[in-house]
Structures are given as C-alpha cells and as structure tokens.
C-alpha cells in the first residue's frame, strides 16, 4: 500500500491543507520521536498530536499509522533510567494509538534481549487493545539500532517472544542517513535469513 511517513503533525497537516500529497498514497504514518524532526509541543503531548493527527488523516480518507517512538519520554528534559518501563507507565502507545488504525510498537531497542523485548511488546499491546481493541498492532524490529551488531538469531528470538501479543512485525533495514546519523551499512541479509528462519514457520504469516 502506498505509504507515507511524517515525523510532525504540522508537517502532516501542511501538507494535507495544501493538498500536495501524492494522489496515490493511501496511508500516512506520524512518527513523533524524541528529536529535532518533531517540534518539542508535539513530543510533550503525543496524545493530544497523535489524535489530531489521525482525525485529519481520516477526514481526507487515508489508513492512519501510529508510530511513537520509546524515546518520547524524554520530551522536555531528562534522561529517563529505563525508558521502556517509562513509556508503559506513560501509557504513551495506548494514547497515541486511541484513533489510529495501525499501530508500530517501537520495541526495537530491546531485540537484543528476547524476554524484555517480549515482555514490553506485551504490555503495550495490552495497554492499546484495552483502549482500541479494532487497531492492528505490529512490533517494530530493525538490523541496525544503535548499539552493537545485530544477529538473525536475535530477530527470530525476538520474534517468537513478541508473536502472541501482536498481528505482525515491521521490519526495518536503515543505513546512514539524516534519519539514523549512527547507523552503519543496511543489512538486507540479516532480515532475510531471520525472516526465513525454519523456527517461525508456525507464526501466522510464515510457512516453511
């Protein structure tokens, strides 16, 4: 489906009211992250921006796509200690995802461990389910967060620990650019031999 990806409302909004949008795009993701992309109002009060973002989305008649990202507990100063934990107490993806139509759980941070991964893509299923049950909640997974190099094993691993809590996975394969400045080559290779892993085969939406 012909996508596209805003990292503001305003942006969202400024293009919609200017009716640039491409005339083949049928969704729009709003990406609100803890950085410059987002403005600072929208990163303190995902709520109120992501509702209004998915009340213009649907007014023009596009799938709405709900992305926020773990990192928006930082909004506004500080550090949080375990951002994870923070954002499930937040509620902030059951508020962003309250009137959207997809939702990306931004888990993706935690793949290197499969019990947290699985454990906060739990919650916070739980948590969206309880406030739009007819949402479809997928788990985000990418082969190149920061930090050390990811493995296939890690993604099937994360996968199988995530896969009772959601409908899918979104799979990121990012490199080096303005949107990920510390990520290193895409790793095309480590998604398609995690995604062909013979131990998903019984997941829905897998086969052997």
Same mark, same amino acid.
């Given at each position: 489906?012909?996508? /596209?990806?805003?990292?503001?409302?305003?942006?969202?909004?400024?293009?919609?009211?200017?009716?640039?949008?491409?005339?083949? *795009?049928?969704?729009?993701?709003?990406?609100? !992250?803890?950085?410059?992309?987002?403005?600072?109002? !929208?990163?303190?009060?995902? +709520?109120?921006?992501?509702?209004? +973002?998915?009340?213009? +989305?649907?007014?023009? $008649?596009? *799938?709405? *796509?709900?992305?926020? +990202? /773990?990192?928006?507990?930082?909004? $506004? $100063?500080?550090?949080?200690?375990?951002?994870?934990?923070?954002?499930?107490?937040?509620?902030i993806g059951a508020e962003a995802a309250r009137f959207a139509d997809v939702v990306d759980i931004q888990a993706q941070s935690l793949e290197r461990d499969a019990k947290a991964y699985g454990s906060f893509v739990a919650q916070v299923s739980a948590q969206i389910r309880a406030v739009n049950p007819a949402a479809t909640v997928l788990a985000g997974l990418s082969t190149n967060p920061h930090g050390s190099a990811i493995t296939p094993d890690m993604l099937v691993a994360a996968m199988l620990a995530g896969a009772g809590h959601v409908s899918g996975f979104w799979m990121n394969v990012p490199g080096k650019g303005s949107d990920c400045p510390k990520c290193n080559a895409p790793r095309p290779d480590v998604a398609v031999a995690a995604l062909t892993d013979g131990r998903l085969a019984g997941l829905p939406g897998f086969s052997s």
């Open positions: 489906m012909p996508t /596209m990806s805003f990292k503001s409302f305003t942006d969202l909004d400024d293009t919609l009211s200017r009716g640039t949008l491409r005339p083949d *795009i049928r969704a729009v993701i709003y990406d609100a !992250e803890h950085w410059s992309k987002t403005p600072d109002d !929208e990163q303190r009060d995902p +709520a109120a921006f992501y509702q209004r +973002a998915a009340q213009l +989305a649907h007014a023009h $008649g596009l *799938i709405f *796509i709900a992305t926020p +990202a /773990m990192d928006l507990v930082n909004a $506004g $100063g500080g550090k949080a200690a375990d951002p994870a934990a923070a954002f499930v107490r937040r509620r």
